[in-house]
């Protein structure tokens, strides 16, 4: 299983960033997909998760700001980020519990991550 994540780059304060991530593999389903960001010396947090049926959770400091959703059709999960601060600057890492077609176990899987760095 392979978690696949675009979307990050540079963009100026105030301004938008649209992040995605698609599993692929061996995949019987999924259950809770999310984003978590960890800066420069600091510890990975929480962005935001969805449920497969579409319920969302957000880290209080990104919620009005932030929307997570998910295509289930596509084991897709996306994050939509406006009004973006340079304390937003960060690796943005997703999120995924799958149960495996082989084991029919649910693990946590991670994707690379990808640089969001908003500028001041």
């Known amino acids: 299983v392979q978690l696949q994540a675009s979307g990050g780059g540079l963009v100026q304060a105030g301004g938008s960033l649209r992040l995605s991530c698609a599993a692929s593999?061996?995949?019987?389903?999924?259950?809770?997909m999310g984003w978590y960001r960890q800066a420069p010396g600091k510890q990975r947090e929480l962005v935001a998760t969805?449920?497969?049926?579409?319920?969302?959770n957000y880290a209080a400091s990104m919620k009005g700001r932030f929307t997570i959703s998910r295509d289930n059709a596509k084991n897709a999960v996306y994050l939509q980020m406006d009004s973006l601060k340079p304390e937003d600057t960060a690796v943005y890492y997703c999120?995924?519990?799958?149960?495996?077609?082989?084991?029919?176990?649910?693990?946590?899987?991670w994707g690379k991550g990808t640089q969001v760095t908003v500028s001041s």
């Open positions: 999120n995924a519990r799958i149960r495996l077609r082989t084991t029919m176990r649910y693990s946590d899987y």
């Open positions: 593999g061996s995949i019987f389903s999924i259950d809770t």
């Open positions: 969805i449920t497969s049926g579409g319920s969302a």
